[in-house]
Structures are given as C-alpha cells and as structure tokens.
C-alpha cells in the first residue's frame, strides 16, 4: 500500500568538494561583479586610472570608453552567473565545467593580448595566471565532486 504522504527527496549531506567549489564560485563571482563600477564611472576616473597604472594618457574618442564599459559588464555578468552556479554545484555542474574550461582558454588569449597590447609586466603576470588559479581549482573542484557523486550512487 502506498503512504498518503508526499515523498520528500533524499537529502544526502553535501561533499566537502561540493562545499568549496561553490566558495570558489562565490569569492569569483563577488571579484568579478565589482567591474560593475566601471560601467558606471566617470570617463575622466577611468583616464586616471588608465594614467596610474602606467599606461599614460587614455586614448580619446568613445571606443575607450565603450570598450571599458562592456568589458566590465561582461565581467559583472559572469559575476552574477558564478553566484548561480553556486547555489546548485551539482545540477549546474555541466554548465561549471563549460564555465571553467571556458575561463582557462580565456586566460591564454589573455596573455597573448596582454604581450601584444604591451601591458605592465606585473599586470602580465598576475591576470592570466589568476585566471588560470581559479578556473583551473574549480575544475579540479567539479571533477572531484563528479567522481564521489559516481561512486556514492555506485554504492
């Protein structure tokens, strides 16, 4: 005879890797979304900055600062994107690994536009090696989570 109550869905403790792949979703997505800002910020701030880091003068005209700007809201929407991810490792565990391997390609042409655009050294050797840090955990992350999801059901 069947129960009159609905059934509720096993809930299985979450894997430790589970745990720190959405942390790591969550510190990218809280450092990426901060581009935001930029989106927002006065032309004359982003000359500022431009001049700071060494790069003198910014460029006049409006592709500048179109191009400052969508940049940095493509950045703020993978932002909010790694945030949903993080809720769900498992079921977007799919889209996490496009996301990943994704981020690791994008970190090679990063490095080659970098080179090529004449970047600081420091800018060079910090951002696509980032890139390279947090894309690469959190796909060691989602592989390891994906083995211990496999053998847990396969027990």
Known sequence: MTSPLPRTRERRPVPRAERALAWVLRVNGAVTVTALLAVFMPVGWMGAVHSRLGLG????GPMFEYLARTVSALYAIHGGLCF???????????????VACAELA????????????GMPAAWVMVEAPAVVFVS???L????????????????
């Open 106 to 117: 994008f970190a090679a042409a990063l490095l080659l536009i970098d080179v090529k655009a």
């Open 136 to 138: 690469g955990l959190m």
């Open 84 to 98: 949903v991810l993080s809720t769900d490792v498992r079921r977007f565990g799919p889209v996490i690994t496009y």
């Open 57 to 60: 003068a910014a460029p006049d």
């Open 140 to 155: 060691g992350l989602r592989i390891v989570a994906r083995r211990r999801e496999r053998d847990a059901t396969s027990d």
